[in-house]
């Protein structure tokens, strides 16, 4: 068999294998409209998501430690708060030190404008003072109890049973199926 005739057989045998790999098979069950060819490729994972806000204009000053329990797994992650701000530590998105190791991070609530001038529209936003906390822990757990300390004295101490919800990110009867469910907790 000549050199072009190899090369030919062989570009044949990859193009039937994609075909095949791609649903090309128009007497297969994909190719007639099943939901399989309308499913996408997102990726979920369960979880539970916990928001700690304050009920004032502001955080009081001082330093907090904020211990939250999942089931049994205990978490403490820790933070000063100064002029109603961070104080030396994470900056707005960082992660909060926490042992043993959440996934716990600050951040604010923007404010956005839209100004119209001269026909055209431009959009503004920036930081209130509006300082939470997010946390989320993967898995199902079925409870949380949040305990904020500030300077040493309870500020709050409270528990959320968490209820989960479903949901499909690739569409109907596509895969994954995750389930989330989140609670939000204030500080006064």
Sequence with gaps: MSKSMMSLALA???????SVSLGGDSDSE??????????????????????????????????????FEFDAAAYTCTLSIENGAPRRGPVFGAPLECAPHLDAFLSTEPLCTAEKADGGATDSCAAVDDLQIHVTQNGKPKSVKLQVVRDGQAVLERSHMFTYREFRPNGPGCDPLCKTSSADFEVE
Excluded at 12 to 18: E, K, R, V
Excluded at 39 to 65: E, F, M, Q
């Design 12 to 18: 044949l045998a990859c193009a039937a294998c994609l």
């Design 30 to 67: 994909d190719a007639k409209g099943d939901v399989a060819n309308d499913c996408t490729l997102i990726g979920c994972s369960d979880g539970a998501a916990v928001r700690v806000l304050h009920s004032g204009p502001s955080w009081a000053d001082g330093a907090y430690a904020l211990t």
